[in-house]
């Protein structure tokens, strides 16, 4: 999925007004009390089982506003291996994207498979993204073969 196809999906979902308002516990995901993916509900409601449950969601970078992140992460459990800043689009859209870096196009042309979270949600599921959460928009980090996170240039 190209980045302006991941921020017309950003625009649709933010438009509809999903994390207006969302702080703290609330903004674990923007619809953590039905577990319904909020793209997929208006096609057909999809339950996700999550990686984490929302009990064992520790504070690790609160307070930095929501992102977008794929269900190769968040429900199948893999490491960020591709994180990347864009201008947000909204007052609690941090920028931040984040994927595992094994996404087929087909899996990131089908919106139910990425959903909104709290960045905070997604540093419990991967601490390693915690130093780059500062980093302005504009960059991109990469993890290859199982290493650290580095920087990389980010694709226009």
């Known amino acids: 999925m190209t980045r302006a196809r ?13 994390c207006a308002g969302l702080t703290g516990e609330d903004a674990r995901r ?44 968040t429900v199948d459990g893999k490491r960020v291996g591709y994180m990347y800043r864009e201008e947000p689009d909204g007052d609690t859209d941090s920028g931040w994207r984040f994927l595992s870096g094994d996404e087929s196009q087909a899996y990131l042309d089908d919106a139910a498979h990425l959903e909104i979270y709290d960045v905070n949600t997604i540093a419990s599921y991967d601490p390693d993204i915690v130093p780059h959460l500062s980093a302005p928009v504009g960059w991109a980090f990469e993890r290859e073969d199982g290493g650290p996170l580095v920087e990389i240039a980010a694709e226009n």
């Not at 017309?8 to 438009?15: E, G, H, P, S």
């Not at 999809?46 to 992460?73: E, H």
């Open 6 to 18: 991941l921020f017309d999906i950003a625009v649709l979902v933010l438009t509809a007004g999903t």
């Open 30 to 73: 923007l619809d953590t009390d039905r577990r319904r993916s909020i793209v997929g509900e208006e096609r057909n409601p999809v339950t996700k089982q999550f990686k984490i449950p929302a009990s064992q969601i520790r504070s690790v970078a609160p307070g930095l506003g929501s992102a977008f992140a794929s269900d190769m992460i």
